[in-house]
């Protein structure tokens, strides 16, 4: 059974930090890995996806790396902005089946 | 295009009761999912469709059915609401291949007295 770890469950930042969000996972037998944003009361929204046979994708000031092999995955984020906080979601694709991790509470105060 | 839609937003049910949640979506999706979130637990799969008249079971289906019988839509029942089942309940869809990408509507609260 997949196992998706989110490190570290809550992580506050101050303003202009550079910060990384860390996704391990047990089952390296994936199609691909996407990172979700979620805001408070809010749905979740897609950032990046992550096909299995790729190493990184980038958005914007979003850079998302994995490392099948090892099963894991870093979602680094670049001069952070309050309007950043929120949850971040790390799920994994795998037989059609999207496995979620618990998340990390991301907090950037100004 | 209006994506991933959910009604309702919020209800509140008694024991016992039932109810249907509706999913829709307009983006011609084979791949349709339930979901639901709880504090500590993360999200976790509740029932999945690969094509319209066919549902399948996730990780926890146990007291909810579901019926797919057009494509955009995937309805999720909850025959005897227990409190249990309080909480906060996402659809999604999914473009083609199993590298596809999932989308998601914007939840309905689900509370059991």
């Known amino acids: 059974k997949q196992e998706v770890t989110q490190i570290p469950a809550a992580l506050s930042v101050p303003e202009g930090e550079n910060l990384v969000l860390n996704c391990s996972f047990t089952?390296?037998?994936?199609?691909?890995l996407q990172w979700f944003r979620q805001d408070p009361g809010k749905g979740l929204t897609s950032l990046l996806l992550i096909q299995s046979s790729q190493r990184e994708q980038t958005s914007g000031r979003l850079n998302a790396s994995l490392d099948k092999s090892s099963g894991r995955s870093t979602l680094y984020i670049a001069a952070s902005q309050p309007g950043d906080s929120a949850t971040y979601l790390c799920a994994v694709m795998g037989e059609g089946k999207l496995t979620f991790g618990q998340g990390t509470i991301l907090t950037v105060h100004p | 295009n209006a994506g991933v839609t959910q009604t309702p937003k919020f209800r509140v049910l008694k024991t016992g009761q039932s109810m249907t949640l509706l999913c829709a979506q307009d983006?011609?999706?084979?791949?349709m999912y339930w979901y639901r979130q709880d504090p500590g637990m993360g999200l976790r799969l509740i029932h999945y469709s690969v094509g319209e008249g066919t549902t399948a079971k996730g990780e926890v289906p146990d007291g909810y059915n579901v019926s797919r019988l057009k494509k955009q839509n995937f309805l999720l029942g909850l025959e005897s609401a227990a409190p249990s089942q309080t909480s906060v309940y996402f659809c999604?869809?999914?473009?083609?291949?199993?590298?596809?990408?999932?989308?998601f509507g914007p939840g309905t609260r689900l509370l059991v007295l």
């Open positions: 983006m011609n999706h084979e791949y």
């Open positions: 999604a869809s999914r473009t083609p291949g199993q590298g596809g990408t999932q989308y």
């Open positions: 089952d390296s037998a994936i199609y691909n």
